[in-house]
């Protein structure tokens, strides 16, 4: 496996090569795993980019505290036969400064409600980031979690934006056996609170149960009690969704329904989402 820092002898080493992409923040889990061997299945030449990117976190602190442990995740690399990892550097990534306009994009409605609301200015921010790294790595397919499925979308749509022509390719969640839905962010859960976030993966399928007997309505009210109940939680949205504008279903039942939910537990913020129709 292969480590470089610079965009330039990235670039040397991928020339003539069938580039399968994942970009990352580190503090891997067996859910980045699954977007690697998604890309080396397909017999694809498979970079892995590492990079802690500031214009994405709208909480400073947040951005502090994000885990790190390099070792770990090269050694995870290696395990699945990555064929590049890209450590840049801030300055490397943000050569011309953190808010060159070149790399400004209006999304427009998909990005406006959920993570758009509750983070404002993130997706600028994956937009930015994602949008140089695809130039750093000029891959012909990129792979992204569902679970972040919101930023799955925004990506498709600036693909299509800036007709990049890359094809991308979003993996399933992976999940403990919990249900919980693996995330960097869960190494700050204490072992009690692991328990409690299942209800975050169990809200989601009671809905999915529930979605033709129950009003919408009464679908929204039931999920929001559940987190009223216990004041560690702070339930941010649940809402049922169209997959592909982000707009909520409201009162109708269409057959192609998404649900999303963010919801804080003590500091830590989950975020999950399945297909209900
Ligand atoms: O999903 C993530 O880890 C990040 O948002 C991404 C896509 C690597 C951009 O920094």
């Known amino acids: 496996m292969k480590i470089t820092n610079t965009r330039n002898e990235l670039q040397d080493l991928l020339l003539e090569k069938r580039v399968g992409f994942v970009p990352t923040m580190g503090a891997l889990h067996d859910g980045h795993?699954?977007?690697?061997?998604?890309?080396?299945s397909r017999g694809l030449f498979t970079?892995?980019?590492?990079?802690?990117?500031p214009t994405q976190f709208n909480d400073p602190i947040d951005?502090?505290?994000y885990p790190v442990n390099r070792e770990r995740d090269l050694a995870m690399l290696e395990s699945v036969n990555c064929d590049m990892v890209l450590i840049p550097s801030v300055t490397e990534v943000y050569a011309e400064g953190l808010n060159e306009d070149r790399f400004k994009h209006d999304f427009g409605f998909i990005a406006l409600d959920y993570e758009g609301a509750h983070r404002p200015g993130h997706f600028e921010g994956?937009?930015?980031?994602?949008?140089?790294?695809?130039?750093?790595v000029k891959p012909q397919v990129a792979f992204f979690g569902e679970k972040d499925f919101q930023q799955l979308a925004v990506v498709r749509k600036m693909n299509d934006m800036l007709a990049l022509n890359i094809e991308i390719v979003g993996v399933p969640t992976r999940r403990e056996q919990s249900g919980l839905a693996m995330s960097s962010r869960n190494e700050w859960l204490s072992q009690k609170q692991l328990k409690k976030a299942t209800k975050i993966y169990e809200s989601l399928v009671w809905a999915k149960e529930n979605f033709r007997e129950k009003s919408n309505a009464e679908i929204l009210a039931s999920i929001k009690a559940r987190f009223?109940?216990?004041e560690e939680w702070s339930l941010e949205y649940f809402d049922l969704i169209n997959p592909l504008s982000f707009q909520s279903v409201g009162l109708e039942k269409p057959t192609d329904v998404r649900a999303v939910i963010a919801a804080k537990l003590g500091e830590v913020r989950l975020l999950d989402n399945l297909k209900i129709a």
Do not use: M, P, T, Y
């Open 126 to 136: 994956v937009g930015r980031i994602v949008n140089i790294l695809f130039e750093f």
């Open 33 to 40: 795993l699954d977007l690697v061997r998604a890309s080396k």
């Open 47 to 53: 970079v892995v980019s590492i990079f802690v990117n």
């Open 228 to 230: 009223v109940e216990d």
């Open 63 to 65: 951005f502090e505290k």
